[in-house]
């Protein structure tokens, strides 16, 4: 069965540094999202993207925070300059069509120092 | 803003008990309704949903039914195993937008004892 993927499956950086995490959807997929979970909380919505351009953004995502879909396959967040505070579980998902169920990836732990 | 609210954990329970998560939800119009489950080390997987009142989802011997009137949708299971010691999320998407994001309750650790 297809699955969403994602690496690395834990990343610790340096307070500052920029981060790039990776996710490969399902191949037929056409809309995609990125979520985190700060330990012990509730997962959150970061940003949604369809037809290569960000729909929807919550409060979280700000100027720190990209995304992209270089190749058709993979889809990445980038956090330019990361903060302690950007510590957390970071999942994408994808969803095939407009009333489809979303399909999470397995997450990437992201510590920040 | 829409918003999900379910019963806070941990809850232990025995093996073969009945179990309940409660849930309750604020959104506008009709919601689709979800639970999500994540056992150790995993990510996040779709375990039922409902897209409309009185729909019942069920999967693996959980159901959970979508009541309006109560704007509640609690997850149930008759007879519950080890295997199913996890954390259960509660969460929805609103009707208004064909993007639109999931929004998450803060979720619920079950622990099943032998």
């Known amino acids: 069965e297809p699955e969403v993927t994602q690496t690395p499956s834990h990343q610790v950086t340096q307070m500052g540094q920029e981060v790039i995490l990776r996710c490969v959807p399902i191949?037929?997929?056409?809309?995609f999202y990125w979520y985190r979970q700060i330990l012990g909380q509730k997962v959150e919505f970061l940003v949604s993207f369809y037809n290569n351009e960000i729909s929807e953004k919550s409060e979280i995502f700000d100027d720190q925070f990209s995304v992209e879909r270089p190749d058709g396959s993979n889809f990445t967040l980038k956090i330019r300059s990361t903060k302690l505070e950007d510590s957390a579980m970071y999942f994408c998902a994808s969803k095939r069509g407009e009333q489809e169920t979303q399909y999470f990836g397995p997450g990437t732990r992201l510590l920040v120092l | 803003g829409d918003s999900v609210t379910q019963m806070e954990g941990p809850v232990t329970l025995s093996e073969e008990a009945f179990l309940t998560i409660n849930c309750t939800y604020t959104a506008t119009g009709y919601p689709s309704l979800f639970w999500y489950v994540q056992y150790p080390g995993e990510g996040l997987q779709l375990l039922l949903k409902?897209?409309?009142?009185?729909d019942k989802g069920s999967n693996k011997g959980f159901e959970a039914t979508y009541r309006k009137e109560t704007t509640s949708f609690h997850l149930e299971k008759g007879s519950v195993q080890v295997s199913d010691s996890a954390v259960y999320f509660c969460?929805?998407?609103?009707?208004?937008?064909?993007?639109?994001?999931?929004?998450f309750g803060s979720g619920t650790r079950l622990s099943i004892r032998p």
């Open positions: 969460a929805l998407r609103g009707q208004d937008s064909s993007a639109s994001k999931i929004i």
């Open positions: 409902a897209t409309k009142a009185d």
């Open positions: 191949s037929n997929h056409l809309y």
